[in-house]
């Protein structure tokens, strides 16, 4: 086979979705070492002034930026990008999902998947409709760049703004949960809390929609973002909404009602974990990611051994139990535990929350070595000796 015909395919693919209108979202990732400073770049196809445009934002670690190419560009970008730049790319539409991949021997291979949504998304650049993203919002959307200063959420933005749409509502139920009224003081503590968007959202959720006496404080390890979040925080005049250089370990804080956590790597969410059921948190809000403590020592447990062999089976197992074993500590510590799914996989693939509402009762002595056993027997199983939160279990 001609090694360019999966490009070429892969190519025509594009095209025909984004003149056909089944255009859900292309995404490019890993890159080549040294050959962009882009981590990944995903592209979504919008209309610019009455015309379509492909709008791509490109990832790097501490930002991101835009561009837009009027769909006669996008096939001669996209040669350039694949596979010299890119190793792998992805083309969600309505009806399949195409993904190239080069080998490392330069080979490349496409195949065809099942449609991650069957309608396509919005094309408009018009202000979102939103229940809690509204005007009072405005401020802080327009200075964290989410929103241009007409109230329009901006074409590259529309994944996050969605997302914090989707978060919020989520923690307005939780709120509901706890009991909390219009009226009561609570403190939160946002850790690792990057740009602060979820911040100020749950700033604002807290203290415009539901009346409470609500003290933020945003936890980051960047000082720069700290001081730019702060700096938002000053400028329009957010009162209890503070931001703080630490790290989910060690930094400074004060008694808590509410403690979040949203993509700590590895176990630093078990770090905020521990934190939040130790301070006695009414509330205890994680978004695992990159599991990668068990992978490692995980065996190969009857009946599943021939399923694990593989590797992205074992994987996926290992995050599964991961994540599993963080709600057992939190049933065991006297929470009621949800796990949800909190962001569309069109955003990113680490999409649970787990929640924890500490009941109004704490558990008795037996109803907690219960659940210890039930820990340690499922950890035995799967041939795990050592948990980060094997530390709660001497609690």
């Given amino acids: 086979m001609n090694p360019a015909a999966p490009l070429e395919s ?5 095209a025909a979705a984004l003149r056909d209108g089944t255009f859900v979202r292309l995404l490019l990732s890993q890159p080549l070492a040294g050959a962009t400073p882009c981590e990944r770049v995903i592209g979504r196809l919008v209309q610019v002034r009455g015309a379509p445009a492909l709008s791509l934002t490109l990832r790097e670690p501490r930002r991101d930026t835009t561009q837009n190419l009027g769909l006669d560009a996008v096939a001669g970008w996209l040669g350039a990008q694949l596979p010299a730049v890119f190793r792998s790319a992805v083309l969600e539409t309505t009806a399949k999902t195409w993904q190239l ?4 021997d330069g080979s490349l291979k496409l195949a065809a998947h099942r449609p991650t949504q069957t309608a396509a998304p919005s094309r408009q650049h018009d202000r979102a409709k939103s229940r809690f993203l509204d005007a009072a919002a405005l401020p802080w959307l327009v200075q964290l760049g989410l929103c241009t200063p007409d109230g329009a959420v901006r074409a590259s933005m529309a994944d996050k703004h969605r997302q914090l749409e989707r978060y919020l509502e989520i923690v307005s139920h939780l709120a509901a949960d706890c009991g909390w009224r219009a009226g009561d003081a609570v403190t939160v503590a946002d850790m690792g809390c990057g740009k602060g ?19 933020v404080l945003g936890v980051e390890a960047r000082a720069d973002l700290v001081e730019k979040t702060s700096a938002v925080a000053r400028a329009i005049g957010a009162d209890g909404l503070s931001f703080t250089v630490g790290t989910i370990a060690d930094a400074a804080l004060p008694p808590v009602d509410v403690l979040i956590a949203l993509h700590a790597c590895n176990t630093a969410t078990d770090d905020a974990l521990s934190r939040g059921v130790r301070a006695g948190a009414r509330l205890v809000l994680l978004s695992p990611c990159c599991h990668q403590e068990l992978r490692p020592q995980l065996g190969r447990p009857e009946p599943l051994a021939p399923i694990l062999a593989h590797g992205i089976m074992a994987e996926r197992f290992s995050e599964w139990l991961t994540d599993g074993l963080r709600a057992l500590h939190l049933e065991r510590a006297g929470y009621t535990t949800k796990v949800v799914e909190f962001v569309s996989s069109e955003h990113t693939p680490r999409n649970l929350l787990l929640a924890g509402v500490r009941r109004a009762t704490p558990p008795d002595v037996a109803v907690r070595a219960q659940a210890a056993g039930e820990i340690q027997r499922l950890k035995a199983w799967a041939g795990v000796g050592h948990h980060a939160l094997d530390r709660l279990l001497l609690d």
């Fill in 10 to 14: 892969f190519l025509a693919h594009v």
């Fill in 197 to 215: 968007y979820l911040t100020f959202g749950v700033w604002h959720l807290l203290t415009k929609h539901l009346g409470l006496r609500a003290t």
């Fill in 101 to 104: 991949h080069a080998a490392k």
